[in-house]
């Protein structure tokens, strides 16, 4: 710095500030300004995404602050983690208007600039500060600059107009807002009386410098009618140090000084020994703020606070006063931020009730995801949920709360499988039936519930899908079976948001491959979901002219013999083995691949066939007298009928007795079973079912319960189908028929009630692994073509009757 010769002089803290802001519109945010002593800070924000520019306005004209003009004029700006800024500018910067030394005037215009749908904005900000009793000396140290100013006592010549130099900033155009600093600087009213033209920095060597030589070093340099001032920018190197009595020590936040009450109450510490002042703020003290940080889904944060210390000492030489001022931005490093959840569920309040925290106070509740369903704030607040912000008395972290009531219970998707169909049961929870299902890819409407046999009963509903269906993803071929997975989906019908997903996969018993004698062998391919642009149509065998001989948007089905379609032949001990593949030919596999990433088709069909078995055949040439037939062969199949105990699907476990009768007025709850049977490939259908007054099931009056498989359309009490799961007594639901008749479809009214009936079923057991074959679709799954099909059928499949009865009922009294 400077060598001068400097009077000592008393120091005062700030005696009046007056200060204006001048806008054509109120502001949407939040600016103050506050004098400081020899510095005035200036508030802005939060800016809510904004950007600020800032500009100086001196004898009407507005100039830019770029970084370095900035550093060379005395004013500095940061910014926290919340978007408040806080510009710091010294009294005696390059564009404020002194009066004597002791009042100082700095105008600047604050622009906002916003996103592309809202509008610029623009204010100005004009603050007088007062500080009329300087110390000798006085130094700022800045973010970016520091800046010592000094009582003028040295003869110098009087100062010619130019003489306040002003930092040269060059600047193009002739836009009166990018007017030359120097310029306009011409008519300020300050008369210095002298010039500067020599400094003299001491490095420790005394080095000389000229004013225009400091100036492009990024000094800067003024003096007035009573103060000299030299500002240099951080990196300046021309530094030196000196011995001095330490007077006053005093600390402060963000420029404002703080008393000793006060650095108590927040904890702070100020001590000073022979080598260093200490000042410790605990982390998270008042003062400063926390910036949260996720990292590798770990809550961490750092701290940022600026202190400010100011000091007053005597140089030991000259014994004159200097008052230090420096303002210092700390960052921790990443502090780790453990986030707890605490329970205080209360069950007689009937609310769940969570606490989650503490997240610092940049920290936004965005949205909160349950087990079935994610909901933003205002999706809770319609459900009744009760979530609460709570903010520390420091307000430097906060925590969040959430209650749920008991009743709020979600819906759910349960499953299973059997060897042939994906079984699902959807519970509505508190709200009912208040979504949309997505089966697969497409919406469960009325037309693709009936052909799921769609069953609902008020709480919930059930659906079965054939593990070929078109709504089932293919996952996977092995040698003896298909893996496919059924995809469900509940979603609002409001916001199409997610409530619920459920996937189920299973393995099913599936031929793909037929070898028979006569070396034909046949071939199912199937699409996977792994190669969606896959067009079956176009697979061959290895010869590229053997295509299928049948296929779909699904599947490609090949009929060709041992010696064709580039079949090859490999002989082995005892065997032969007969191999071939379905693939694309190599010029669209090739196309394919260059325009998407999937793997490559590659399906290997292999038969074996024995070579060292000996069979003996006989025949006879007598010819024969009559055209052949064949003779039905029978077996006895046992299949009973039953009537549950209890009043609700959840009750097939219990059934009636001889001596539980009589029956009183409810539903009634039968349930067909094929006996003894342990072979999952056999299914049991009902095709006829009705009630009579005796054991004649042929006798009149006659109710019709279930005609070709489905419910009777002209009866107003309808039977009720309820789906068979797998449990401790069911093993394969597909031996097992459920339904509940209404004890009124038995009445002409409820006065007239038959005290003795007797339920007779036709059923068809018969052979599920032909899923072409309509009498094993499923209960009633074409009801328009039924009839016609199952009377086809019941010659080539294994019919019985069974009776239940009597059923003794009486009305409840």
């Not at 010769?5 to 700030?14: D, M, P, R, V």
Request: hydrophobic share 35%.
């Amino acid at each position: 710095m400077p060598h001068k010769h400097i009077q000592s002089g008393s120091w005062f803290i700030l005696l009046m500030a007056v200060s204006k802001l001048e806008a054509q519109k109120k502001p949407s945010i939040n600016i103050c300004s506050t004098c400081l002593g020899n510095i005035m800070r200036i508030d802005v924000g939060p800016l809510g995404g904004k950007l600020l520019e800032v500009a100086v306005v001196i004898n009407n004209s507005t100039i830019p602050l770029t970084p370095s003009l900035a550093s060379q004029c005395g004013i500095s700006m940061t910014m926290d983690q919340l978007g408040n800024v806080m510009i710091y500018v010294s009294l005696q910067n390059c564009f404020a208007q002194n009066e004597g030394d002791k009042a100082f005037t700095t105008t600047l215009n604050l622009q906002l600039y916003g996103n592309q749908m809202g509008e610029d904005e623009m204010y100005q900000v004009a603050e007088t500060c007062h500080y009329p009793a300087w110390a000798s000396r006085e130094i700022v140290c800045n973010h970016n600059y520091m800046e010592a100013r000094a009582s003028r006592q040295v003869s110098v010549r009087r100062a010619a107009p130019q003489d306040y130099v002003l930092p040269e900033q060059p600047v193009s155009g002739n836009n009166p807002k990018f007017r030359d600093p120097r310029r306009a600087a011409e008519n300020q009213p300050i008369d210095a009386g002298f010039t500067i033209t020599t400094l003299v920095f001491f490095t420790p060597e005394e080095r000389f410098m000229t004013v225009a030589e400091a100036q492009r070093r990024g000094y800067g340099i003024a003096n007035t009618a009573t103060r000299l001032l030299l500002r240099s920018p951080k990196t300046s190197s021309e530094t030196y140090t000196q011995n001095f009595q330490l007077l006053e020590v005093h600390m402060g936040i963000n420029g404002q000084r703080l008393n000793a009450a006060e650095i108590a109450a927040r904890r702070y510490s100020l001590s000073v020994n022979d080598v260093y002042i200490i000042v410790e703020i605990p982390v998270g003290a008042v003062g400063g703020s926390f910036k949260s940080h996720v990292q590798d889904d770990q809550y961490l944060a750092t701290y940022m606070i600026e202190p400010m210390l100011e000091l007053l000492w005597t140089e030991d030489s000259t014994h004159e006063d200097t008052r230090y001022k420096v303002l210092l931005s700390i960052r921790t490093p990443l502090l780790s931020r453990p986030l707890r959840v605490i329970d205080n569920t209360v069950p007689e309040e009937r609310l769940f009730k969570v606490l989650v925290g503490p997240f610092g106070s940049d920290v936004a509740l965005m949205n909160i995801t349950f087990p079935s369903e994610v909901l933003s704030l205002a999706d809770c607040n319609i459900r009744g949920f009760n979530v609460l912000e709570h903010m520390s008395l420091n307000s430097s972290s906060k925590v969040f709360t959430v209650e749920v009531p008991f009743t709020d219970l979600p819906p759910s998707v349960s499953g299973g499988c059997d060897y042939q169909n994906f079984y699902v049961l959807v519970k509505y929870g508190s709200h009912g039936l208040n979504f949309e299902i997505v089966v697969g890819k497409q919406t469960l409407t009325p037309e693709l519930a009936q052909q799921y046999s769609f069953l609902e009963n008020g709480t919930h509903f059930s659906f079965v899908v054939p593990f070929t269906g078109a709504d089932v993803a293919f996952e996977a071929v092995e040698p003896l079976s298909i893996r496919s997975r059924l995809d469900v989906v509940l979603k609002s019908p409001e916001t199409s948001k997610t409530i619920k997903e459920f996937s189920l996969a299973c393995n099913f018993l599936s031929t793909l491959t037929e070898c028979f004698p006569n070396g034909t062998m046949t071939a199912l391919a199937v699409k996977l979901e792994s190669v969606p642009s896959l067009n079956p149509s176009q697979l061959t065998l290895r010869d590229p002219t053997c295509g299928p001989s049948y296929s779909d948007n699904r599947y490609a089905y090949f009929v060709f013999t041992g010696s064709s379609c580039g079949t090859t032949r490999k002989f082995l001990p005892n065997m032969m083995l007969y191999e071939n593949e379905i693939s694309l030919p190599h010029e669209l596999e090739m196309k394919r691949e260059s325009k998407m990433d999937e793997p490559e088709y590659e399906l290997k069909v292999s038969c074996y066939y024995d070579i060292n078995t000996t069979h003996a055949v006989a025949f006879h040439t007598t010819p024969r007298r009559s055209e052949p037939y064949a003779e039905n062969a029978r077996g006895e199949l046992q299949v009973e009928m039953r009537l549950a105990l209890g009043n609700s699907n959840d009750s097939y476990s219990t059934f009636y007795r001889l001596e539980d009768y009589p029956v009183y007025i409810q539903p009634l709850y039968f349930e067909v079973e094929l006996m003894m049977s342990t072979n999952p490939k056999v299914s049991l259908e009902l095709e006829d079912c009705w009630a009579t007054l005796d054991d004649d099931r042929l006798s009149q009056p006659r109710w019709n319960l279930i005609i070709n498989g489905c419910v009777n359309p002209v009866d107003p009490y309808q039977v009720i189908f309820h789906p068979v799961w797998v449990d401790a007594r069911v093993q394969y639901p597909s031996h097992f028929k459920r339904f509940e008749v209404e004890t009124f479809a038995f009445a002409e009214d409820q006065d007239n009630l038959s005290h003795q009936l007797f339920v007779h079923c036709d059923v068809v057991v018969c052979d599920a692994r032909n899923p072409l074959d309509e009498v094993c679709n499923g209960q009633c799954s074409n009801q328009e073509n039924r009839k016609g099909q199952r009377r086809a059928v019941l010659d080539s499949h294994s019919f019985k009757q069974v009776s239940s009865g009597p059923i003794l009922m009486r009305p409840k009294s």
